[in-house]
């Protein structure tokens, strides 16, 4: 009972904010929020909903290959709406599974280039001089190798270090990691702005002379602070993210095809874009277009609300 | 009209952009793009097809292959054995390298030793050799530790270079790697062929033009080839649709359909020599990477017929080949001499269940799991190959575990070591052709016989499939010159391996070439483009 | 002595890493070469000794300019990486200009006029250059533009002029058309970014007292706007202009994929799928002088742009908010 | 009464309201002011902050920001009517009729251009003068502000400069195209104490020279009692009262201003604790019935509550109160009776 009226109390007050009203005055906005939750809802539920399991190859017959979808084509088969690619993989089942997989990926990417980021710009502000020095010139290398190059490099070591045997199954974490490493830098800077305002305030020296540790006094009046602009980071990064797996993919340092990510999809469709079979690139393309520009969009939204500045 | 082509690079761009323009109307220029580039100019760089073939516009090997991959005379008009140990080529008088000194038996000695020489990566072709000896200006003896009947088809891909221009210009091997000096062959040429290296830039074009002094009637009507790597298939596509270039090879399978329904292109399609298969780890008492302990499951021949019979290579065919493709069962191809086509009759697919059956009869009962490896940019469409034979093992209980990789990783990974120790797999794919003998001896050789470090045979049998038997005949076949017997001996080991489950052969590759409509041009089996055949009208 | 540093670090990584990268015998020899013949070239090749040794090796050859021979070319790994510079420098200098001119406008635009609706469709529309991977776009303009229309060449340069070591596309009308395509695949992502950096930064600056002291002195809009506003957004945009200038050459590799365009990309690329250590070494290498240089400019364009520094002797950095 | 020279006011304001719409609905952030002033006259303009000070200074210079707009009421310039102009001609008034000094010379100055630079554009913009004669108009009025060196501090950018020195900078920035009347915000707020009084001597003394009328807005009762001619109290969007400044801070009428006189501290006597009003303003969204000040008010009636005062005269001053209502038809009430 009690939490259910705190619940709607804070609901209440969620619903009476500046910040769910600007939102709720810009329909691109809402429409941008619908798509990305219904993409999200659609993927992450893709195991209940999707009607093939073209990750399981036991579920697949060369025999359903390379069916034009259903409403454009009289050959189609109701059992794959979307069609199916040349291995017989329902399309639609497939752009469910691989965008879970790719949103996946990138959360995963952005949640490690968040951690490292604040973490790293904690140490920066808080140390200041030499250390500080050290990280932020480590940023200003580590911007000059975007995540392509960066992933590129990871998984020429990984290749070398870990043996070949088990390559498929780290790839995902060589993808990770190395878009997580290539974008920890603009969260550092953030993080590390904040720091150096808080540093002198006189709580943490207050801190200090009470025998707390100023750092973890200041960890938990940073983040608060640096909530928003975070946020923002990690909306627009994760676009970023998704774009830059499916490139690395076009690369050929992507997740393995048996699995496909959508950029996987998409790449695999690049090859066959020309032959007439248009749908297995189309349906996918228009699905991660739809994503990243839905995230995008509510990443804009929320640089601008967020920051009552600008407002 | 004289081409030099030593002189700078720019001079040159110069000179023929006038030149171009002075003889637009009967100027045949031939543009035209591969997935990769040549990889030297050194004819001896690198034993692979597509630079063999390739460098043999410029540098013409002594004895040629027609367009039926028939030997034809080339700088020698003529050759045999004078004993079983002895061969003599003669040499071709009156022909002229393209800076116009004379082509004479020095230079056929100097190139033969040069090609078995450091930096060479044709030695393997003179395994036999004794002694190669100037007995002549025009005729050039060559001894051999044993009779050995093929030499003359393996040099046929061995080109003739000159060898005072090798001297001038200090390249009297080919780029040694270890050093680190760049070798003046590596981006220069100088042959005898229907084409003179005009412009060279690793990666981004080569340029040729028409030899007016070659010794031979030309057949084609060329004045200029430009040759671009483009390495995006769906580019080389593009280009070709819209113009850019005037011919393609190794078109994907996916793009053939629309690009026969293109006005302005044609394609042309045939069953390349190399046979793409399946391979078993068939050495190691346990799999490397399987869940079976204790024992390889791929040593029984149960096993392997189950997997064997389970594979659909038409449904392959159809879908991921887009029928670019002929399904075979045997480990050579149809114009490969030893190829028994009676023989070549695939086993019944077996239903799911009975698969099942057998492997529960092979101890089996509930499938098990297993590692496999694929190249993902080495054959058509290799990686969508394994993964169509991913799923139809799933249906029978099988799990296998797919890594498909770039190829020399792949190559790294899967091949035989230096000290003979089997490839790191336990299922991987394969493409192979005899493409210097079209010989059937060389599969046996290669990938049949039993691995052994003394003999060097068997080098490339990854899993280590080993049958006495097999291994008597092949031997014998070596040696053996009377063809009857020779055939009789082939038939018998071929049934062997076939019976034996040794291998899952699955096609031949369709060699899928695109043209514009107005390029005329001869498919050869081997996948190699003379230009020499080519005709612009 | 930082940027001697930096390059010293990059060669560590360079060489350190791509050490262990595949098995480079397999790149340089033939399917049918003997194993004997493979094991005789990785101890003359040096790939037996100790990584230390190998990397002084490196390190020593490299301040040279030797970067001993492509495994896969077996060229010198130092011409091959300078006949290709010119293609790649070229297009990314496109491109960035595509950016730069096309880019900052439209963030201008929209930074002054935030609420307009054209402001607001152009900032969607140019959504749609971060949303699909460069590869697809790259494809797509080569099939409307070459295969369906026939205006600009599918792949590839066009005719080149030498001058010097240094080729150029400038110089020829074809060369020119066959940079169209390739730019503005590189460019349409760094365009959207700086489009929307110079928003923000534009409103920001809009708002600041300054701004709002020129209006009440009555200045034009357009002095305004264009000499105050928007000379204040360059010091930020100039610092991550010159970061995405680095990202333009390593997303050069995507591009100069798509278009076959001969560039250090490329040869990156194949390298890395033949595990040609020398070319992979020598083009981070690369990377880090050119990082080394950029900084250098973006040094100096802000010396030129904000007096602040110049008084302060130029080392301090204004950080981007 | 109010305005004491024949000549027609300089500035006419009249009813001037103005809105910004919210999404909570439209909020009158200035409502219903109304005032002159003569050439040369300095007006000073006090109350705490958010009382519409500083908008109805933006509203002179049609620099409101949006969303804000001017709902009511016009302002006259010389007789012209400004308030309805379209930005092109407001813009060749702001600068040349109608100069502006905001509160932070920090932040005023563009740091990217030299202040010479920002001066002769400056005059270039309004005047008809040659690069060469607006540099020397440049010089002339930078000594006249009292930048020593002008020469050479003439091509030194805002950074270089102390803050004392950038509002010297900044006034002449104002005054180079010669306006005939400044709206200063806050001139001194950001300054330290000590140079606060120089700057305002300063600019008394410049618009003195140059015949030009100051409105000043500040929250500083201390520097209007210096400065000002006249001053107008302003509570809550209205003005509560104006007058001659010796009248209003002698003899206050409205009881804020009373209350607002007390918290100055006597110049040279600092006190512990300045006299108070008790409570705040209220927000624009929750301004009372009747008269704004009502619940803070010490002499509070019955008819505070329900109707708002607009201003009457109340000695040589004008304040909006009730105590002052000479019509007889709410006599002032005693506060006990509201007590209810």
């Given at each position: 009972?009690v939490a259910?009226?705190a619940?709607?109390?804070?609901l209440?007050?969620a619903a ?5 009203w600007?939102?709720k005055s810009s329909?691109?906005?809402?429409a941008?929020?619908v798509a990305t ?5 659609i993927?992450?539920?893709?195991p209940l ?5 073209p990750f ?6 060369l025999?359903d290959?390379?069916k034009?979808?259903v409403?454009i084509?009289p ?14 993989r ?9 965008t879970?997989?790719?949103l996946?990926v990138s959360?995963?990417a952005v949640?490690v ?7 790293l ?9 030499t250390?500080?020095?050290?990280i932020m ?12 190059l960066?992933a590129l490099?990871?998984d020429?070591v990984?290749?070398?270090i870990?043996s ?18 290539s974008f920890?830098v ?5 993080v ?9 305030k006189?709580y943490v020296?207050?801190a ?15 983040l ?9 980071i990690?909306t627009l990064?994760l ?8 490139t690395?993919?076009?690369l050929g340092?992507?997740?393995p095809?048996?699995?496909p990510s ?5 790449r695999?469709?690049?090859e066959?874009?020309q ?15 739809a ?5 995008n969009l509510l990443?804009?939204?929320l640089?601008?609300a967020?920051?009552?500045k600008?407002? | ?5 030593r002189?700078?690079l720019?001079?040159t761009?110069?000179?023929?952009a006038g030149?171009s323009?002075?003889?637009?109307v009967?100027?045949?220029t031939?543009?035209w ?7 030297s100019m050194?004819?001896?760089?690198r034993q ?5 073939t390739f460098n043999?516009?410029?540098y013409e090997?002594?004895?040629r292959?027609d ?6 005379p080339a ?13 003599f080529?003669d040499i071709?008088?009156?022909v002229?390298f393209?800076?116009g ?7 056929v ?13 044709m030695?393997s072709n003179f ?6 000896k100037?007995?002549g200006?025009l ?10 009947p093929?030499?003359a088809?393996?040099w046929a891909?061995i080109?003739m270079?000159?060898?005072a221009w090798?001297?001038k ?10 050093k680190?000096?760049e070798?003046?062959a ?10 003179i290296l005009?412009?060279r830039?690793a990666g981004?074009k ?6 007016p002094?070659?010794?031979d ?7 200029e080839v430009i ?7 769906a580019?080389?596509?593009?280009a070709?649709k ?7 090879y190794?078109?994907?399978p996916a ?8 006005a ?9 020599t ?12 346990e ?10 499951p791929?040593?029984d021949k ?6 064997h ?12 080949m887009?029928?670019?493709s ?5 480990m050579?191809?149809p114009?490969?001499?030893g ?22 009869d092979a101890g ?7 590692g ?6 080495r054959?058509?469409n290799?990686?969508k ?12 209980g099988?799990?296998v ?7 020399n990783?792949?190559?790294?990974k899967?091949?035989r070591?230096?000290?003979l120790?089997p ?13 210097q ?5 060389n599969?046996?050789?290669a990938l ?19 049958n006495p038997a097999i291994?008597k005949l092949?031997?014998?076949?070596e040696?053996?010159?009377?063809k ?12 062997l391996y ?10 031949q590759?369709?060699?899928?070439w695109?043209a514009?409509?107005?390029i ?6 081997d996948?190699?483009?003379p230009l020499?055949f080519?005709?612009?009208? | 002595m ?15 890493l791509?050490?262990y ?11 049918d070469?003997?194993?004997e013949?493979r ?6 090749l040096g ?9 002084l090796n490196f ?6 300019g ?18 290709r510079v ?5 297009l990314s200098?496109c491109a960035?200009?595509?950016v730069l ?11 002054l ?15 749609i ?9 790259g494809?797509l ?5 070459a295969v369906?229309l026939?205006?600009?060449p599918?792949f ?14 400038f110089?020829?009308?074809s060369?020119?058309?066959a940079?169209?395509?390739?730019a503005?695949?590189l460019g349409v ?7 929307r950096?110079v928003r ?6 809009m708002?600041?007292?300054?701004i ?8 034009t ?10 000379k204040?957004?360059?010091?930020p945009v ?7 200038l680095?990202s333009l050459i390593?997303?050069?590799?995507v591009?100069e ?6 560039g250090?990309g ?24 050119f990082?080394?240089?950029?900084n250098?400019?973006v040094?100096?364009l802000?010396?030129?742009v904000?007096?602040r520094l110049?008084s ?6 204004v950080?981007?908010h | 009464?109010?305005?004491i020279?024949?000549?027609?006011p300089?500035?006419?304001?009249k009813?001037?309201r103005v809105?910004?719409?919210t999404?909570?609905g ?5 409502d219903?002011?109304s ?5 040369g006259?300095v ?21 409101l920001?949006?969303?804000?707009r001017?709902?009511?009421g016009?302002i006259r ?16 008034i ?10 932070d010379?920090?932040t005023?100055?563009?740091p990217?251009y ?10 270039q913009?309004?005047?008809?003068l040659?690069a ?10 930078l ?6 060196g002008a020469e050479?501090?003439?091509?030194h950018?805002p ?10 900078v900044v006034i002449?920035l104002?005054?180079?195209a ?9 001139p001194?707020?950001a ?12 600019l008394k003394?410049l618009c003195?020279e ?5 409105m ?6 201390g520097v ?8 107008a ?7 509560a009262e ?5 009248d ?12 607002l006189?007390g ?6 006597v ?5 006299t108070q ?5 209220p ?8 008269c704004?000040?009502n619940?803070?008010?010490?002499e ?9 005062p607009s201003l009457m005269?109340?000695?040589?001053s004008?304040?909006?109160?009730w105590?002052?209502?000479r ?6 009430i005693?506060k ?5």
């Open positions: 009972m259910r009226s619940l709607s109390g804070w209440h007050r009476d904010s500046d910040v769910w600007s939102f329909p691109m906005t809402v941008a929020a939750f219904l993409i999200v809802a993927a992450f539920l893709s909903l999707a009607p093939h399991t399981d190859p036991a579920t697949l017959s025999s290959g390379l034009p979808p409403l084509s050959d189609g088969d109701w059992a794959f709406p979307l069609g199916t690619d040349d291995q017989g329902d399309v639609l089942s497939s752009i469910m599974y691989g879970r997989l790719s996946a959360l995963a949640a280039a968040m951690v490292l980021g604040i973490a710009g904690l140490v920066s502000g808080y140390f200041g001089g250390v500080d020095a050290l010139r480590i940023a200003d290398v580590q911007l000059t190798f975007p995540a392509i960066v490099l990871i020429g990984v290749r070398g870990i070949v045997k088990r390559h498929d199954e780290i790839a995902i974490f060589v993808v990770v990691g190395a878009i997580g490493l920890w603009s969260y550092a800077r953030t590390r702005g904040s720091v150096m305002v808080e540093k002198n006189e020296q207050a200090r002379v009470i025998g707390l540790s100023p750092l973890l006094i200041m960890v938990r009046h940073v608060p602070n640096v909530t928003g602009p975070v946020l923002v990690a990064n676009g970023l993210a998704i774009i830059t797996e499916a690395l993919s076009f340092v992507g997740l095809s048996t699995e959508l950029g996987t999809l998409i695999l469709g690049n066959v874009l032959s007439g079979d248009w749908w297995i690139t189309v349906f996918p393309g228009i699905t991660l277009a994503l990243v520009l839905a995230v990443g804009d939204w640089r601008d967020l920051n009552p600008l407002r | 009209m004289n081409f030099s082509f002189h700078s720019a001079l761009a110069i000179v023929c030149l323009t002075a003889t637009a009967e100027a045949k031939f543009k793009a591969n997935s990769g580039d040549v990889s050194d004819p001896y760089a692979e097809t597509f630079l063999l043999s516009n410029i090997p002594l004895i292959r367009k039926d991959l028939k030997l034809e700088l020698a008009t003529k050759w045999g054995q004078t004993d079983p140990t002895t061969w080529f071709r008088p009156g002229k393209h800076d000194t004379p082509f004479t038996a020095d230079d000695v100097f190139s033969l030793n040069r090609a078995n020489g450091p930096g060479s990566n030695g395994v036999s050799v004794k002694e190669i100037k007995a200006d005729r050039v003896e060559v001894t051999t530790k044993y009779p050995d093929l030499l088809d393996k891909a080109g270079m000159s060898k090798a001297e210009n200090n390249a009297l091997n080919s780029a040694d790697m270890t680190n000096e070798n003046f590596t981006r220069n040429a100088m042959g005898t062929g229907p084409f005009k412009e830039k981004e080569t340029i040729l033009v028409n030899n002094n070659w010794w009637k030309p057949t084609h009507n060329l004045t040759f671009t790597p483009v390495a995006n298939p580019t080389r596509v593009a070709l819209a113009g850019d270039i005037d011919m393609t190794e078109v994907p793009d053939t359909e629309t690009l026969k329904k293109d302005n292109v044609k394609v042309l399609e045939g069953p390349e190399r046979v793409v298969f399946l391979g078993f780890d068939q050495e190691r008492p799999l490397l990477e399987s869940n079976v302990k204790g024992k390889n791929f040593k149960k096993v392997r017929e189950a997997i019979r389970s594979i659909d290579v038409d449904a392959i065919k159809r879908t991921v887009r029928g670019q002929f399904p075979t069962t045997l050579v191809a114009g490969i001499n190829y028994m086509k009676d023989l070549d009759k695939r086993p019944a697919l077996l239903k799911p269940e009975e698969a099942k059956k057998m492997l529960a089996y009962p509930n499938g098990f799991e297993t496999m490896d694929c190249p993902n940019d054959y058509v290799d990686e190959i394994c993964q169509a034979v991913v799923a139809m093992l799933a249906k029978i099988v799990k575990n797919l890594r498909a990789q770039t190829r990783l792949y190559f790294a899967i091949l070591k230096a000290d120790k490839g790191e797999t336990s299922f991987y794919m394969l493409g192979w052709s005899p493409a003998t079209y010989d059937v001896h599969v046996f050789e049949i016989q039993t691995p052994n470090g003394a003999t060097k045979k068997g080098q490339f049998n990854a899993g280590g499939y080993s291994d092949a031997d014998a076949m040696q053996e010159t009377d009857a017997k020779r055939d009789a001996m082939i038939k018998e080991a071929t049934k076939v019976d034996d489950f040794a291998y899952i052969p699955l096609h590759q369709a060699v899928v695109a514009r409509k107005n005329d041009l001869v498919q050869l089996a996948n190699s483009f020499r080519v005709q612009v009208k | 930082q940027s001697i540093a930096v390059l010293l670090a990059v060669g560590v990584v360079a060489f350190s791509f050490r990268v595949g098995d480079p015998i397999n790149a340089m020899v033939g399917q070469t003997s194993m013949e094991a005789e070239l990785r101890t003359k790939l037996n000794d100790p990584a230390p040794i190998q990397f390190i020593g050859n490299a301040m040279r030797k970067f001993g021979l492509s495994y896969r070319t077996s060229e010198p790994v130092g011409r091959l990486i300078l006949e010119p293609a790649t420098l070229e200098f960035a200009m595509f001119l096309v880019g900052v406008p439209m963030g201008v635009y929209t930074g006029y935030p609420k307009h609706w054209s402001s607001r469709s152009l900032q969607a529309v140019s959504l250059g971060i949303s699909l991977p460069p590869f697809l776009i494809i303009l080569i099939l409307v533009f369906m026939h205006w600009l599918s590839g340069r066009g005719q080149t002029v030498q001058i010097g070591w240094w080729t150029t596309n110089l020829t009308w060369g020119l058309k940079l169209i395509l390739p503005i695949t992502f760094q365009l959207t970014l700086i489009m950096l923000s930064e534009m409103l920001e600056v708002r600041t007292d300054y709002k002291f020129a209006r009440a002195r009555g200045l809009n357009r002095a305004i706007n264009f000499g105050h506003a928007l204040n957004t360059l010091v100039i610092t991550v202009a010159g970061l995405q680095g390593a997303f050069a590799v591009t994929t798509v278009f076959a365009w001969p250090v490329q040869l990156f690329i194949q390298s890395v799928q033949f595990s040609d250590i020398p070319v992979m070494a020598a083009y981070l290498m690369l990377i880090g002088l990082f080394v240089l950029v250098l400019i040094d100096l802000y010396f030129v904000d007096p110049r302060q002797g130029g080392t301090a950095r950080a981007g | 009464m109010a305005v020279s024949n000549n027609p300089l500035l006419e304001v009813n001037l809105e910004f719409p999404r909570r439209t909020l009158l952030a200035v219903d002011v005032f002159d002033i003569a050439p006259e007006l000073g303009v006090v109350g705490e902050s958010g009382a519409g000070k500083s908008l109805t200074g933006n509203a002179i210079i049609g620099l920001e949006p969303p804000g001017v709902a009511g016009e310039l010389e007789g012209r009517r400004i308030d309805n102009l379209p930005y092109e001609e407001m813009r060749k702001r600068g040349a009729r109608i100069g502006a000094i905001f509160q010379p920090l005023s100055l563009n990217l030299s202040v010479g630079r920002q001066l002769v554009e400056t005059i913009t309004h005047l008809p040659s060469a004669e607006a540099r020397t108009r440049a010089l002339d009025l000594k006249e502000v009292g930048i020593p050479t501090r003439i091509d950018y950074h270089q400069f102390s803050g004392g020195m950038r509002q010297r002449a104002a005054l180079c010669g306006p005939r009347l400044i709206v200063a915000d806050e001194t707020t300054l330290d104490v000590s140079i606060q009084a120089q700057i305002i001597a300063l003394k003195r140059h015949g030009t009328a100051v000043l807005v500040t929250h500083d009762m209007i009692a210096e400065t000002a001619d006249r001053v109290v302003m509570y809550a969007g209205r003005i104006i007058g001659p400044v010796r209003v801070v002698k003899h206050a009428k409205h009881p804020y201003t009373k209350g006189m918290s100055i501290p006597s110049l040279g600092r006190t512990e604790r300045l009003i008790d409570g705040a303003m927000r624009l969204t929750e301004i009372p019935k009747g704004a000040f619940p803070r008010c010490t509070r009636g019955a008819r505070c509550l329900v109707e708002r005269p109340a000695g040589t004008r304040a909006s109160c105590l002052h209502d019509g007889g038809v709410g006599a002032p005693l006990e009776t509201v007590d209810a």
